[in-house]
């Protein structure tokens, strides 16, 4: 979208009387526009003006719990967004441990900018790998403070990208693999690593799962009765 598509800006507000200005566009605005809308607001011709282009829009809906309408009307976008689902009517987010950012949503316009890390050391006398600590966190400096803070607990670090999670087929393969590293016993995890695997699991799933019905939250809601019961 450049300067030939949008003409006359100023005309048109003066015409109805309007002072800011707000683009959609299924593409996104050129550096030309970008350019002369600056000059607008700098020379006190517009008070203020906003773009939305294909992606901000379409990252729109699900901020607002829309990605049903996102499904119903853009498909095609809805099924390349992959957008967040709250699954049990709730949303979980995914904060970093260093500085809060929610890791889940950046991951939807900011790919690969956030990973998990395992802070992890060798029993020496059974030759086990114990997973100590597992951690959120933004790549770059907060990463960086996180592999220090391992490092003076003697631990060692891996890490995993947190986007590659939200490919379908790699979260069932993460998920299966981390099942099988239990059951194995040729890793291990404490208590408090793995509850944040299952919270981590449970926060990506909101990615990478199909949105939930009410019918699918209430034949939830038999089974974990009936396992109470026993059954």
């Not at 100023?10 to 050129?30: N, P, W």
């Not at 906003?50 to 499904?71: A, C, M, P, Q």
């Not at 689902?85 to 950012?101: A, I, M, R």
């Not at 995993?160 to 239990?182: K, M």
Request: hydrophobic share 35%.
């Amino acid at each position: 979208m450049g300067n030939a598509d949008e003409v006359n800006i100023v005309d048109r507000l003066e015409q109805y009387k309007a002072h800011g200005f707000i683009g959609f566009y299924s593409t996104t605005a050129s550096a030309a526009l970008m350019t002369k809308l600056k000059e607008f607001r700098d020379n006190g011709k517009v008070e203020a003006f906003e773009i939305y282009d294909g992606s901000r829009i379409e990252n729109g809906f699900h901020d607002v719990g829309l990605s049903g309408v996102l499904l119903q009307h853009l498909p095609q976008s809805h099924t390349t967004l992959r957008p967040i689902h709250p699954l049990l009517g709730t949303y979980q987010p995914l904060p970093c441990d260093v500085c809060g950012k929610d890791l889940l949503k950046s991951s939807l316009t900011e790919q690969y900018s956030g990973m998990i890390t395992f802070g992890s050391q060798t029993e020496e006398d059974h030759d086990e790998r114990v997973v100590e600590r597992v951690s959120f966190v933004c790549k770059g400096e907060c990463g960086d403070k996180m592999e220090r803070k391992n490092f003076r607990l003697g631990l060692t670090e891996g890490w995993d990208d947190i986007t590659d999670y939200c490919n379908p087929l790699i979260f069932i393969r993460r998920v299966t693999g981390y099942i099988n590293e239990l059951r194995s016993g040729s890793t291990k995890y404490s208590q408090a690593a793995h509850d944040r695997m299952i919270d981590f699991y449970m926060a990506m799933s909101q990615r990478t799962l199909r949105q939930t019905s009410a019918e699918d939250r209430q034949k939830l809601l038999d089974v974990m009765e009936l396992d109470a019961m026993g059954f």
